[in-house]
């Protein structure tokens, strides 16, 4: 089973995505901080990430920077409105979809190697 880390500050936010994940078959793990979420990332085996890129801690392209520092290769999907988007350079992630996203495509492209470390 392939586990995914999903990133969001918002209960809301990550009760959804989390949701949806599980019923499409995935293991789900969560992180309410940027901080927490690269913890979680070193010390256990993650298949991808679904990040909320407004984070109380760091914000989307910081996260980005240390996830490649930690792990280069792991896909990273940002998901939340285009005002959140404008703010991270495209090369931070490997696809970025506006919420409401359909959860299916959130986790299809969450499964792809990352692109940019």
Known sequence: MKRILCVD???????SVRAAAEKAGYEVVTAASGRQALEVVAAQQIDGVLLDPSLPDMDGAAFSRELGRVRPNLPLLVYNGPAEAAHMPLRCMDAFLQNPAPPDALLARASRPRTHP
Not at 9 to 15: D, V
């Open 9 to 15: 500050a918002h209960s809301s936010g990550l009760n």
